[in-house]
């Protein structure tokens, strides 16, 4: 049979048979599909197949290595030791990036970060690091890793060469409501993952209200699925599964977050934000290697010391953004006090967040040209007494002041039920 039969055999198969198809028919599906002998009707026919079948782990693992050779991978030093990332699979008031990139480095480890934008309901870290005046994203692939062999860190935006099948079927996944398969998930995360050349990664896997899947059982799959597929390509994934049913950190919205991240390397805060991103630094460290008492202490030592906090200044030195953002993160992301204060009228205490609407409501103050400055800082959890809830409101329209107000008034649940809170981190899976 001729290559280009192979795909259309494929296709039959696939529409026909629920057992899972071989390795070789993904690959024949997937490169067609990259050279355009397979339409996007064709793809989107073949994806909706499998998935009503549902897709093997076999099947990801020959789909995400299918996706990793469309593109080019990033071709680290030879001998030059684990290449680590971390992946969050979208928070609400999440800065951890921040926080472990310059946390990790500073402990030896080398961090490659390819990043994306914000997702609908989560920030990115790609506009997050828009806030410091000068800073870039877009190095290209030599300067990236020039800056891994001098700094341990570097933190850019994905190019298009790397994995670019993955983009594609997103965007096909996208029009056919396909995006919540968490086969075809774990294989779009991983394949830019290993075209990146991380051999350690430490995955942060959100449960609760405010995680992309919303549903924990499937939460729980996609995060094994991960680890099998990096398994099956000689890859440490450790998962830690951490809770997104309140907001993680004290602030939702770019600069603000990119204060808070700051307020922890700088020891002015620490607080959940702090909690995890100390978690998944020590098991960054682990997985390399390291027993994990002694990772937990060396991580400590490096936030405690001041050595993060120099990372992160020489990570923003490197990629042209102006260091003293360090020293005064207020000023030079421009930060001006809140265009607002709401508090809750009712007495008791908070019951309930729709987390995932603060996370909207957030990127809804920034307003169609994504004010980078606009969002909300929160001193809220949990079970806290509504007297103590103060949220500010910071946006460059004060007519979108009401609109928030009420949404804030919808999205956090005052009421006199006992609340207990579900641990910060639920489970690791290594
Ligand atoms: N993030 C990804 O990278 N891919 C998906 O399919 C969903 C979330």
Not at 81 to 110: C, E, M, N, Q, R
């Amino acid at each position: 049979m001729s290559d280009l039969f192979a795909p259309r055999a494929a296709l039959q198969r696939a529409r026909r048979h629920a057992g899972p198809l071989s390795g070789d028919e993904w690959r024949d599906v997937v490169t067609a599909f990259t050279n355009g002998t397979f339409t996007d009707a064709q793809m989107a026919a073949w994806l909706m197949a499998r998935v009503m079948h549902g897709i093997t782990v076999d099947e990801s693992v020959a789909l995400t290595e299918a996706m990793v050779n469309s593109g080019s991978v990033l071709e680290h030093p030879s001998g030059g030791g684990p290449v680590v990332d971390k992946h969050s699979t979208g928070g609400v008031a999440d800065t951890t990036t921040l926080i472990i990139a310059p946390l990790v480095a500073s402990v030896g480890l080398v961090l490659a970060k390819l990043s994306g934008g914000s997702l609908g309901h989560t920030g990115g870290t790609l506009d997050k690091l828009a806030s410091i005046p000068g800073m870039r994203t877009d190095l290209d692939p030599k300067t990236f890793v020039q800056q891994l062999a001098t700094v341990g860190v570097a933190i850019a935006a994905a190019t298009t060469e790397l994995a670019p099948a993955d983009r594609r079927l997103y965007a096909l996944r996208d029009h056919i409501e396909l995006v919540d398969d968490t086969a075809l998930i774990a294989a779009s995360i991983m394949s830019k993952k290993l075209a990146t050349g991380a051999t350690h990664l430490v995955l942060d896997v959100k449960l609760g209200q405010a995680s992309i899947l919303g549903d924990d059982t499937l939460t729980r799959t996609l995060a094994t699925q991960c680890i099998a597929i990096g398994a099956a390509h000689g890859r440490q994934v450790t998962a830690v599964l951490s809770d997104m049913n309140q907001p993680l950190g004290p602030a939702i919205g770019n600069a603000l977050e990119v204060r808070a991240a700051i307020d922890v390397l700088s020891q002015r805060s620490f607080g959940r934000l702090g909690e995890l991103s100390v978690l998944l630094a020590t098991e960054l460290l682990c997985s390399t290697g390291v027993e994990p008492a002694q990772a937990n202490v060396t991580v400590m030592e490096a936030l405690t010391s001041g050595d993060a906090l120099e990372r992160f200044r020489q990570l923003v030195v490197a990629q042209g953004g102006d260091p003293h953002v360090v020293d005064d993160p207020t000023r030079v992301l421009e930060l001006k006090p809140p265009t607002a204060l709401w508090t809750p009228e009712a007495s008791g205490r908070v019951v309930a967040i729709d987390t995932k609407r603060l996370g909207v409501l957030a990127r809804d103050l920034a307003g169609p040209n994504g004010d980078l400055k606009a969002g909300l800082e929160l001193t809220l959890t949990l079970g806290m007494q509504a007297n103590q809830v103060v949220i500010a409101i910071h946006t460059s329209d004060s007519g979108r002041v009401g609109p928030a107000k009420q949404v804030l008034h919808d999205a956090i649940v005052i009421g006199d039920a006992e609340v207990t809170p579900g641990p910060l981190v639920q489970e690791i899976i290594r």
